[in-house]
Nanobody, 114 residues
């Protein structure tokens, strides 16, 4: 079993920055990949960024150049969010995927005021 705990959300003004963290614990194996998703009120959950064990990274177009995903050797995932916009307001979730299973955190709320 894998447990994920996000932190770092909050209220920020447009143009500001936040750094989200996701601490992963439990039975974590090599070859996994980790992702950040977000879900705004009334909208579907969407992929924001993903980082593979190879180091490859992908971003959704709307955050390219503003967000940076990273992870450390202790299986903590980060999302540095700069130049935040009101449309970035969402609950942000981290996900760990390994051997065909997906594990989700409970999410952290990011609110960007205009």
């Amino acid at each position: 079993q894998v447990q994920l705990m996000e932190s770092g959300g909050g209220l920020v003004q447009a143009g500001g920055s936040l750094r989200l963290s996701c601490a992963a614990s439990g039975s974590i194996y090599s070859g996994n990949y980790m992702s950040w998703y977000r879900q705004a009120p009334g909208k579907q959950r969407e992929l924001v960024a993903r980082i593979f064990s190879s180091g490859s990274i992908l971003y959704t177009d709307s955050v390219k150049g503003r967000f940076t995903i990273s992870r450390d050797n202790a299986n903590t995932l980060y999302l540095q969010m700069n130049s935040l916009k009101p449309e970035d307001t969402s609950v942000y979730y981290c996900k760990l995927s390994q051997y065909g299973y997906d594990y989700w955190g409970k999410g952290t709320l990011v609110t960007v005021s205009s």
